[in-house]
């Protein structure tokens, strides 16, 4: 079992940036698909980014296409998102989850929330105009 903790959340103006970062332990980080989700008051749980567990590849959320740089270190078992050009409606608690034992290549990634088995317990991100 692998167990998430995030980090890098906070208050931000809008046009900043920030990084999140997610630390793994509990289990080797390989072959585990990362993603990074979000959820703003009252709204459902959306999918954000994702990096395949070879890391060359990674899939974004339109919303944040452009603007977000998601990437991992395997030594480290620590995935990143880099967040630029902020927007009052990034603002949410990130979540940042894992899919473990997978068997198709290093470049698939998941981007439904409920093909995640592992969940962090979230950053918040707020961002004032």
């Known amino acids: 079992q692998v167990q998430l903790v995030e980090s890098g959340g906070g208050l931000v103006q809008a046009g900043g940036s920030l990084r999140l970062s997610c630390a793994a332990s509990g289990r080797t980080f390989s072959r585990i698909v990362m993603g990074w989700f979000r959820q703003a008051p009252g709204k459902e749980r959306e999918f954000v980014a994702a990096i395949g567990w070879s890391g060359g590849s990674t899939f974004y959320a339109d919303p944040v296409k452009g603007r977000s740089t998601m990437s991992r270190d395997n030594a480290k078992n620590t995935v990143y998102l880099q967040m630029n050009s902020l927007k009052t409606e990034d603002t949410a608690v990130y979540y940042c989850?894992?899919?473990?034992?997978?068997?198709?290549?290093?470049?698939?990634?998941?981007?439904?929330?409920?093909?995640?088995?592992?969940w962090g317990q979230g950053t918040q991100v707020t961002v004032s105009s």
């Open positions: 989850a894992a899919r473990g034992g997978v068997v198709r290549g290093g470049s698939y990634v998941y981007t439904q929330s409920y093909e995640y088995d592992t």
